[in-house]
């Protein structure tokens, strides 16, 4: 059963090691980080993190973020007699994992998280079927489960964006964002994974997850942190919290 | 610096360059578009007028190039031979002896400037075309083999990762030095160049400049293009027209790590920097020296 659920991108930027001096996009970090403390409130016993990868597979639930893939790491770590940067988290002695999972884990070791952990890449070219089998799946049984769902909207929005500027963009993140702020699942599934591909919207296999997770659960009361594209990558921050569970919430 | 096969003598156009010969490439632009220049030269007579300049100011090598790297309005094949082509010849009827570069991706057009007296094909995006080599290899001419990941021509990088950037430019450029080999590009007149900022974040393109005596190492002689990009402009938050230290900065370092060509638009300038590390290095004496000595 899922107790909560969060969306989250995955800018390697949200690595504050990754930028530098200057911080950058703080904003987009506290927002994730007060989405992964909202995921968290209803004490699950497992958070299961879903994102794009080039395979659908399950990973090791210690796997961590190659923050070294990026480059900062290896910087701090060619420095470490004299570092100029804060030095990288070690995760060398721990498995990889790809990149938008891997963000999913460096934002709950962020938020403090220390238990279990269920892991998985999706690939882009999962279908539907698939996608929301996988969300099934992960609310199946009576495992109290936090979804962490990893994926960004469309990174074509503009000339300046990591893949230029393509008319469809625009109207393709903002049904995602309406279908996302009225709980719309059906819409989030409805979503077509060819022209996700070609606007570069990598989260459109992990929101379907995610829809598959959630569907049949009424009430869901949702909360978007951040919605936004300051690089021209669409970027969004919610969570979804199914009704039943709001109660507890309250207590606290 | 790094030990490794010995740097060999360099063959362009008609030239033969010893490895201590640093030597410096011109850009000019014949697009309305590029990031730099933003279409200074895309009329042909203010192209020819910069092609005067940067020879007066001491360029080895020109590198005429027809399509943006930045994604922007599609260039097909037709008219980036528009473009930069009949240039080609223009140039080469002016100075018969200058080595003319030019930045393309495409065999064809590679075919049809070598026809107009181009030398050196500038391969930016890393082998996108294999008969590239083929046309080098036909017309005697030489090829600059770079790394540009898995990028498609005319695209950003987007959360590019490398287990070790260094061994996967090694890795991508040393294969497209053995494939030109191969079709029967003379070796002598093969390049190999990180290509700083195309597959790749500002990190990356940071570690490789940082790594370059590894590229040096193979004996293959070094191109790096550095002018005035984005790493440069991230690293010390300048936007391009207020980059120039930070690109002279690096070509300092590269040409002490051992680079021999050095892709850039402001010609004299970088000419200082690398007199002053041939100096420094011991390979070329001061212009004039009398302190402390009459």
Not at chain 2, 187 to 197: G, K, V
């Amino acid at each position: 059963m899922i107790t909560s659920a969060a969306l989250c991108p995955w800018p390697p930027l949200l690595v504050r090691e990754l930028t530098g001096a200057d911080p950058v996009l703080p904003e987009l970090r506290a927002a994730c980080a007060e989405a992964v403390t909202t995921l968290l409130r209803d004490d699950p016993e497992v958070v299961a993190v879903v994102g794009p990868g080039t395979a659908t597979v399950s990973w090791p639930g210690d796997g961590r973020l190659n923050i070294a893939a990026f480059g900062a790491g290896t910087t701090a770590a060619r420095t470490a007699e004299r570092p100029v940067l804060p030095p990288a988290p070690r995760t060398a002695e721990r498995p990889g994992l790809p990149p938008a999972p891997g963000i999913g884990a460096y934002l709950l070791d962020q938020a403090g998280y220390h238990g279990e952990r269920l892991i998985w890449s999706v690939s882009a070219d999962e279908p539907v079927a698939g996608c929301r089998k996988l969300g099934a799946e992960l609310a199946g049984g009576s495992t109290r489960t936090a979804l962490l769902t990893i994926g960004d909207g469309s990174a074509r929005r503009g000339p300046r964006a990591p893949g230029h500027f393509d008319e469809r963009a625009g109207a393709f993140d903002a049904e995602v964002e309406r279908a996302l702020r009225a709980s719309d699942l059906t819409t989030l599934l409805d979503l077509d994974p060819a022209l996700a591909r070609e606007l570069m919207a990598t989260g459109r296999p992990a929101w379907q997850v995610l829809a598959g997770a959630l569907e049949g659960m009424a009430g869901l009361a949702v909360e978007v942190q951040y919605a936004g594209d300051p690089f021209g990558v669409a970027y969004l921050v919610a969570t979804l919290r199914p009704s039943i569970f709001r109660g507890s919430a309250t207590r606290e | 610096m790094t030990t490794g096969t010995a740097q060999q003598v360099l063959r362009l156009g008609r030239h033969a360059f010893i490895p201590d010969r640093r030597l410096v490439m011109g850009i000019v632009n014949r697009t309305p578009d590029s990031f730099y220049d933003r279409g200074a030269t895309w009329d042909t007579g203010a192209a020819m007028a910069r092609v005067h300049a940067v020879v007066a100011e001491g360029a080895d090598i020109l590198d005429i190039g027809g399509v943006a790297a930045a994604p922007g309005t599609p260039v097909d094949v037709a008219e980036e031979i528009r473009r930069s082509v009949p240039f080609v010849a223009a140039v080469r009827a002016a100075y018969p002896d200058l080595v003319i570069s030019v930045d393309t991706w495409r065999h064809e057009v590679g075919r049809e400037a070598c026809r107009a007296g181009a030398d050196l094909l500038n391969d930016t995006w890393g082998g996108q075309d294999q008969r590239l080599a083929e046309v080098a290899a036909e017309f005697g001419a030489g090829l600059i083999c770079a790394h540009a990941g898995d990028q498609a021509p005319r695209t950003r990088p987007f959360r590019v990762a490398y287990d070790d950037v260094m061994a996967d430019v090694l890795d991508r450029t040393l294969a497209q030095a053995a494939r030109a080999t191969a079709a029967g590009v003379e070796p002598d007149r093969i390049l190999i160049d990180p290509a700083h900022d195309f597959g790749k974040n500002t990190w990356q393109s940071l570690e490789v400049t940082r790594r370059l005596g590894e590229m040096v190492a193979t004996g293959w002689p070094v191109l790096v293009s550095l002018s005035n990009k984005d790493f440069i402009g991230e690293t010390l938050n300048a936007p391009p027209d207020r980059r120039l230290t930070g690109t002279l900065a690096t070509t300092a370092i590269c040409a002490w790590l051992g680079a021999r060509v050095f892709r850039v638009h402001q010609v004299r300038e970088t000419r200082e920097v690398l007199a002053m590390v041939s100096a420094i290095q011991g390979e070329q004496p001061p212009a004039r020296t009398v302190r402390g000595l009459a």
